[in-house]
């Protein structure tokens, strides 16, 4: 009876302590939601600069699962990213909120954007201006893209020891047709369009003479496009640029090597000021900070959630024109964000087709293209949404290419920005075998089959004669059914689509006047756009993106309070991860052609990075 009762007695102090911890671990964690959901509320000074320090380049949708991204992030493990929409919002709440006075553009963490896009921010950032208040802008090293939006200030403060490097735009691309040929690989082609330069990078040594014709045409609309619009906010002469880059070799030897001094005297910069000087001109105009000794600032990744708040306010009860943002390569299935699936996406568009509120469709569209069953997948579904009378307006940014240009094709109102890349209206397959690189080892491959066409898609024998003329009819159809359906919602003849298809790319401002595109203009003008056909006038903007689920969220609060209890890189460590994967082209290219050789694949791709 001792006994029992002494184990009794045991049991219940044990099951008494369990239940002491479990509550203390359930207060631990009700802890750290409460602390996590309080910190999402920014608590803003009564006067503070609004502090933007964009990281890593800038996009229309974050990359990737946000799950993955927020804890890698707290690792430094990819590339950063600064999402184009939390600043606009940001900036255009911050116009009319008295307490925000000016911004303060730190520019030593960014790494650069499309033109388009770059733009639109630059035009939210003139929108601050002209409400009166100041932006002040800082840099050491204020490359292409960093002086566009460094150009937007009212005041451009330029590091003594830095320089402005302005070098214009070029197209060079790796040709791997020898070192394929070395390995053994053999790369079969099967393409439309004399100018679809897509698949050269393997099947040649150099740039062929239509990729040379129509890179010159769009690089140069490009370049064309950028002075335009630093002269005008600068207020210097139309040539001043073009004379700035044009002289340096010979201005900065006889500055004798300052820079700085050179890009002054130039009028491209206000002053040249240190850091300490750049902090000292925020603490003039918003006070100082007694914890930081800096200014007093709230950063943008803090202001944005205010910013949200407030416009889901004013939201409430209107219609709603819905945007979905397409960006990036075209894949099929369910893809990630900053990836375009076929399914996925087209999972978004019948969400806004469904959605008795949402009125009208933006579809924001920055991608090279990829896949054409993908590309179709989502093509058919727009024609769905328009089917059931909501309107689509597609605004482009940077890229619509290819297949970006067959899912713009349905639209009733194509937008795109003068430097908006788009056209490459062709096919291709590219299949690789390799019975050569084989041999090379001593393997050979022999056998037999039912058919005819019995083993001919194997990678590992050549391709057969009867597969060959299959695969070159199958792309043929393919762009015949590209041109249909250009034809079709550009309300032009087959035989017109075919004279400006053919693959060539053009820049926006050439697509506006040869038909492929109606307006020239910012994401605000498609959008207002897609307001008149909807025949509504005060309406509000929804992004439609896959819903988070609660862990998730809890997941995006927690990054960066992870960030300061997770093992980081060291410093060394992630220069040299960023080293290698600027000095690893071979290897994307390889992962490129992977993505475009299963045999029984159709691609709609445009080649046509701009550096």
Known sequence: MTVRSFFSGLWRGLDGLRRALHLILLLLIFGLVIGILRGSVPRIPSRAALLIVPQGTLVE??????????????????????????????????????????????????????????????????????????????????T??????????????????????????????????DALDKLGVEINVFRVGSFKSAVETFTRTNMSPEDREESRAYLGALWSSYQQAMTRVRKMQPDALSNYVGSLARTIPAAGGDAAR?????????????????????????????????????????????????????????P????????????????????IGGESLARLIRQARTDKDVKAVVLRVDSPGGSVLASERIYQELLALRAAGK?????????AASGGYYISAPADEIWASPATITGSIGIFAIIPTVERTLGKIGVSVDGVG?????????????????????????????????????????????????????????AGVDAHRIGLVDQLGFFSDATRAAARRAKV???????????????????????????????HLSPGEAALRQLAQRLDPVTREA????????????????FCEVR
Request: charged residues 30%.
């Open 61 to 142: 949708q974050l990359s990737g699962d946000p799950v993955e991204r927020a804890l890698q992030e707290t690792r430094g493990e990819i590339h950063r990213e600064t999402l184009l929409w939390d600043l606009t919002d940001s900036l255009r709440a911050a116009a009319s909120d008295p307490r925000i006075p000016a911004v303060a553009l730190d520019l030593e963490k960014f790494e650069g954007g499309t033109q388009p896009t770059l733009e639109e921010l630059a035009a939210a950032l003139r929108e601050f201006r002209a409400s009166g208040k100041k932006v002040i802008a800082y840099g050491s090293e204020l």
């Open 262 to 318: 050179v890009a002054l005297q130039a009028g491209l910069v206000s002053s040249l000021k240190t850091r300490i000087d750049f902090e000292q001109r925020l603490i003039g105009l918003v006070g100082k900070d007694d914890d930081s000794g800096s200014f007093k600032a709230v950063l943008v990744d803090d202001y944005v959630r205010y910013a949200r708040a407030q416009k889901k306010l004013k939201a409430d009860g209107k």
């Open 591 to 606: 992962e490129r052609l992977a993505r475009f050789s299963a045999p029984n694949r159709l691609y709609a791709y445009c």
């Open 391 to 399: 309107p689509l307006v597609v605004s482009m940014s940077g890229y």
């Open 320 to 339: 709603r024109i819905g945007v979905i943002v397409a960006e990036g390569e075209i894949l099929d299935g369910e893809q990630p964000p900053g990836t």
């Open 537 to 567: 006038s005060d309406y509000a903007l929804e992004f439609i993106e896959p819903e988070l689920t609660w862990a998730q969220a809890l997941a995006m609060q927690l990054k960066s309070r992870l960030a300061a209890w997770a093992a």
């Open 144 to 177: 292409q893209d960093r002086y566009y939006l460094a150009a937007q200030a009212d005041e451009v403060m330029l590091d003594p020891m830095g320089f402005v490097l302005i070098d214009g735009y070029d197209r060079y691309r790796m040709y791997l047709k």
């Open 450 to 506: 039912t058919t005819p066409l019995s083993g001919q898609l194997r990678l590992d024998r050549p391709l057969g004669d009867e597969a060959r003329t299959l695969l070159q009819a199958t792309v043929s159809r393919g762009y015949d059914e590209f041109i249909a359906r250009v034809a079709s919602g550009r309300r032009k003849t087959t035989e017109e689509v075919d004279k400006i298809g053919q693959g060539r790319v053009w």
